[in-house]
């Protein structure tokens, strides 16, 4: 499956944002999907998880309340809203899939990144 995702930019602090993802290439809805982030000079770490049958959704501790991940199958798409953002939510973010999981934690597949920036 490719991946491709879209909608970072620049922000203020307390700004929300949406991050898009669009897979092709395969059968979306047999994918586990997930968001990872990697800021500068720290490791990729994972963000948010939805499940392949859109079931159950998992978040890092850091952004639970205020980010929110969901699917549409239809579109071959995954989001991901992002509310209340702070300065150290400022990463890369990136898309990633795992066939068939209900948590993606160590993704088959990657997108490339998007930038996100949080001005304090």
């Known amino acids: 499956v490719q991946l491709q995702a879209s909608g970072g930019g620049l922000v203020q602090t307390g700004d929300s944002l949406t991050l898009s993802c669009a897979a092709s290439g395969d059968t979306f809805s047999n994918y586990g999907m997930g968001w990872f982030r990697q800021a500068p000079g720290n490791e990729r770490e994972f963000v948010a998880s939805?499940?392949?049958?859109?079931?159950?959704?998992y978040y890092a501790d850091s952004v639970k309340g205020r980010f929110t991940i969901s699917r549409d199958n239809a579109k071959n798409m995954v989001y991901l809203r992002m509310n209340s953002l702070k300065p150290e939510d400022t990463a890369v973010y990136y898309c990633?899939?795992?066939?068939?999981?209900?948590?993606?934690?160590?993704?088959?597949?990657w997108g490339q990144g998007t930038q996100v920036t949080v001005s304090s």
């Open positions: 939805i499940s392949w049958g859109g079931g159950n959704t």
């Open positions: 990633a899939a795992d066939r068939y999981r209900d948590y993606v934690s160590s993704p088959q597949y």
